[in-house]
């Protein structure tokens, strides 16, 4: 069964220092996305992403953030000058036209 | 601001028994619901979802009802099984492609044997 695939599955970074989190989105897959939970609370709508560009983002998506899709297979996210309260587990999802969402099993990162 | 809401944060059933774990939203806009499964360390895995122009769906021991009118949404599993013990999402969106989802807090299930 096709699955999304995110490496690392942990991170451990000083605060202030940048941080990339990667994903492999299942192959046929138009939509991406950026999911985080932080530890005890909900997953959290981060960044949606479609034809090179983002779709759609929420507050939490500032300036410290970005995405890129560098090429044909990987869909990355950027986290500048990291801060202690960036530590969650960050998802990253793909859908395909019809809206069907499989997530990654996720990357922890730990900003200490 | 909880569009979607789970309110019990825990259930424990006995194996065989009924689980029904439930959820509310507040948004008239949501017309596509789903829940997700998750074990520590993973991500979420989709179980089943439902539009908002049905008020049931079934898929083996699974089935989620919907009613619209009360904004409230249920995920019935029977029998629980021991291998259901995980937390439960209840998530939400509308059908159109690249939409987002809104999760609630989640619940866990334990299911005793």
């Known amino acids: 069964e096709p699955e999304v695939t995110q490496t690392p599955s942990h991170q451990v970074t000083q605060m202030g220092q940048e941080v990339i989190l990667r994903c492999v989105p299942i192959?046929?897959?138009?939509?991406f996305y950026w999911y985080r939970q932080i530890l005890g609370q909900k997953v959290e709508f981060l960044v949606s992403?479609?034809?090179?560009?983002?779709?759609?983002k929420s507050e939490i998506f500032d300036d410290q953030f970005s995405v890129e899709r560098p090429d044909g297979s990987n869909f990355t996210l950027k986290i500048r000058s990291t801060k202690l309260e960036d530590s969650a587990m960050y998802f990253c999802?793909?859908?395909?036209?019809?809206?069907?969402?499989?997530f990654g099993s996720g990357t922890r990162l730990t900003v200490v | 601001d909880q569009q979607v809401k789970q309110n019990s944060p825990s259930l424990s059933v006995q194996e065989g028994r009924i689980s029904i774990l439930n959820c509310d939203y507040t948004?008239?806009?949501?017309?596509?619901f789903l829940w997700y499964k998750k074990y520590p360390a993973e991500g979420p895995t989709f179980l089943i979802s439902?539009?908002?122009?049905?008020d049931k769906n079934e898929d083996g021991r699974f089935t989620v009802f919907l009613n619209k009118s009360a904004k409230h949404l249920s995920l019935h599993i029977v029998p629980s099984q021991p291998g259901d013990s995980a937390v439960y999402f209840c998530?939400?969106?509308?059908?159109?492609?690249?939409?987002?989802?809104?999760f609630g807090k989640g619940i866990t299930l334990s299911v005793r044997p």
């Open positions: 948004n008239s806009m949501f017309d596509y």
């Open positions: 439902i539009s908002s122009i049905k």
């Open positions: 992403f479609y034809n090179n560009e983002i779709s759609e």
């Open positions: 192959s046929n897959h138009l939509y």
């Open positions: 998530a939400a969106g509308d059908t159109g492609a690249n939409s987002k989802l809104t």
């Open positions: 999802a793909s859908s395909d036209h019809r809206g069907g969402y499989t």
